[in-house]
């Protein structure tokens, strides 16, 4: 049982460039999040989906989309980077019964040059 | 909008010692708060939780109590150790889908 996991962990893109990451869950699921952490402001969610083939715009949402596709997976797209966009990006899962306990993956940092 | 507010930002304290951290809501409809603990580059962990019909909690070291009349929440850690030193996030659920996490107090206790 692998819980959450996110590819890549560390990524340098330049100023432009796109690119995707993957969050993979094998607890079954419903509720995906994508959140970003800055230094100073807690984590703040980007987009979040309550089951496969729904997603929903969180509180920072511009610059980002994302897809999801199989329920086991959520994935984060930047279609043009930039320097903004730097941040450690944090995907996490819950459950729809029962607690709402939040599991988090292990973060993927995001320099954008 | 909703939002949550959590002081302080940093907390040293000598081990042994208490460290209590403070967060306060702004969504009534929230119902659910968990405190998360994040050590230097790991995920962030579930170290304890309350419910909106419950105004305290316990784990050992760890306590939680909330105030649904205030909208305020606070974590308590007695008896400190240096491994309690890590940033400890509260959230509020103004839903089941919804997260809003405060900014983060960075704990240091100090041996």
């Known amino acids: 049982n692998a819980g959450v996991t996110q590819t890549p962990k560390f990524r340098v893109l330049k100023t432009g460039q796109s690119m995707t990451l993957l969050c993979a869950q094998d607890?079954?699921?419903?509720?995906m999040y994508w959140y970003r952490q800055d230094p100073g402001m807690g984590l703040r969610l980007i987009h979040y989906s309550v089951g496969e083939g729904t997603t929903a715009k969180g509180e920072v949402p511009d610059g980002y989309n994302v897809s999801r596709l199989k329920k086991q997976n959520f994935l984060l797209g930047l279609e043009s980077a930039a320097p903004s966009q730097t941040s450690v990006y944090f995907c996490?899962?819950?459950?729809?019964?029962?607690?709402?306990?939040?599991?988090f993956g292990p973060g993927t940092r995001l320099t954008v040059t | 909008g909703e939002n949550v507010e959590q002081h302080p930002s940093t907390l040293s304290v000598q081990e042994g010692d208490s460290a209590v951290i403070k967060c306060t809501y702004s969504d009534s409809a929230s119902n659910y708060f968990p405190w998360y603990k994040q050590e230097l580059g790991k995920r962030p962990q579930l170290i304890i939780d309350?419910?909106?019909?419950?105004g305290e909690k316990k784990d050992q070291r760890i306590a939680v109590t909330l105030n649904k009349t205030a909208k305020h929440f606070s974590l308590h850690i007695t008896e400190t150790q240096p491994e309690d030193s890590a940033v400890y996030f509260c959230?509020?659920?103004?839903?089941?889908?919804?997260?809003?996490f405060g900014t983060g107090t960075r704990l240091k206790v100090l041996a």
């Open positions: 607890m079954n699921h419903e509720y």
């Open positions: 309350i419910r909106s019909n419950v």
């Open positions: 996490a899962s819950t459950r729809t019964s029962g607690s709402y306990e939040q599991y």
């Open positions: 959230a509020a659920t103004p839903g089941t889908y919804k997260y809003i």
